[in-house]
Every structure is written in C-alpha cells, then in structure tokens.
C-alpha cells in the first residue's frame, strides 16, 4: 500500500503570482509543519514596465527564493519556460503558451508524484485577468492533478484561486482609498494594458456564490507583505506595506479558492483548505 499523500503544492505561472493569491496559505501550512511547496512554471522574464518589458531571470528567481524564504516555504521549482507576454501582446517563440501541453502535464505529474502532496493549487481557469500563462498553467495543472488523483496514493484535493466579484469590488475601493490617502493625484494615467486588465479582472472574476472557500491569513499578514515586498521588480507603487494596517487586513487578509475535487455539496463553504490549512 503506497504511504497517504501529506502536504500541500502550489503549482503557478510567474514568480510573484503566488504571494498575492495563496502567500497567506503556504505560510499557514509551512509553520504547521505540512510539507509545502511551490511550482514556478515561467522565469517571469517579461515581466519588466511597459518599453522594458525583459528582466534578467536570475533576478526573478531570486526575488522568488526571497519570498518564499518569508513565508518559510523551501526552495521553489521552476520549470524554467519563458514568459509568453500580456494576451494583447505578440507572443514571443517557444514561451510557455505555446509548449507542448503532453510535456508539461508529464513534468507536472512527475512532481505530484515525487512530492506526493494531498492538495494542490493553482489559478483558475480564467487566470484571474487572463494571462496566458495563468490559464495555461491553470489548465496543465488541473489534467496534471486529474491524471495523479487516479493513481494509489494521488492528491486528493484540488483548489483554483479565484476572486469572487464582491471581492474585487472590495479591493478597488481599498486601493483608490490608499491612493488618495497617500496623495497619488499625479500618479501616471494607466495604460492601455493597465485597462485591458482592469477589464479583464472584472469579466473573470467569480460569482460570489461559486467561491466555496475563504481562508483568513491575517494571522501571517507581515510574512506575506514580506514575500510581496520581495518581488521588488515588480512593486510599481511602493506595495501595501505602509497603508493603515485595518486596510492591508481587508486587502491581504483573506484568501480565495473553488473547490473543484471534491466537488463542493450544494451550498457548501469552507474557511480551510480540508484541514491542511
Ligand atoms: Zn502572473
């Protein structure tokens, strides 16, 4: 008889997609002592300001090692494909968009089989706003877990990250209240991508009533504004870390998930990820 699976694996797109939507759960899971772990399917190597979109890869995985060095997470794998770019974007030749999906599914099912955790995460099938790489991801991981769940000693329980539309609605006033508190009347005008994803945020985000669990991380708030702060790269306005802390709570301090195995009862609602978190 093959030993239960234990444990708890994140399975995302870029460095930095991990700390904002499931920071909170790995550092959870991580100081229970459940084996937890991160898989990191790009090198995030466009994920540079508009006119400089290439960053060095190095860079980026080291901004990931320190983020999850914060939440006390090991060493992240990364599967070393290169970013594919914003869905309006030309795609770039042998990005992870493109990759044979029978290739990554077999990397990912080595890893499930390797690692042998219980549950496992990733986006949701829109990706949160769209990326191709998040849905990507999303729906490599998904045929990965499904493949794995079938086999003795499999994963068994599979959650998608997911912004319920109260949520979101909640996180742009939470942001325009910061903005306006830090003085922010000159920040630059957004961009066209800056609008195509505030558009796409609200299209893909999920009715309230299919979100079935939410986690409340406030307890390793500071752990999880440190891995966001890691991603230095990437923080374009300075980050949550100095707003009034009641603010950062509402805007950091809870965790979203469809349960998608086992399909959720009728109704049903969670506040933990099935007792590993
Ligand atoms: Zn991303």
Known sequence: MPLPPRGLLAIFAHPDDESFGVGGVLALAAARGVPTNLVCATDGDLGGEAGARELDRDLRHGELREAMAALGVPEPIFLGYRDSGMENWARPADCFATADAEEVVGRLESILAELRPAVVLTFDPGGIYGHPDHVTISARATEAYRRAARRPGGPRVLYHQAIPRSGLAEMGRLQEAFAALRGDA??????????????????????????????DVRSVLDQK????????????????????????????????????????????RETDLRGVV
Do not use: C, K, N, Y
């Not at 957004?190 to 299209?203: A, G, N, S, W």
């Not at 890691?230 to 949550?240: E, V």
């Open 186 to 215: 000159t920040a630059a005008p957004p961009t066209e991508d800056d609008l195509l994803q505030q558009r796409r945020f609200v299209e893909l985000a999920r009715p309230d009533e299919e979100v079935t669990t939410i986690v």
């Open 225 to 268: 504004l440190a891995a966001l702060a890691a991603h230095a790269s990437q923080m374009r306005d300075g980050g949550w870390a100095d707003a009034p802390r009641e603010m950062v709570e509402r805007f950091l301090g809870w965790e979203t998930f469809v349960r998608v195995d086992p399909p959720p009862l009728q109704g049903e």
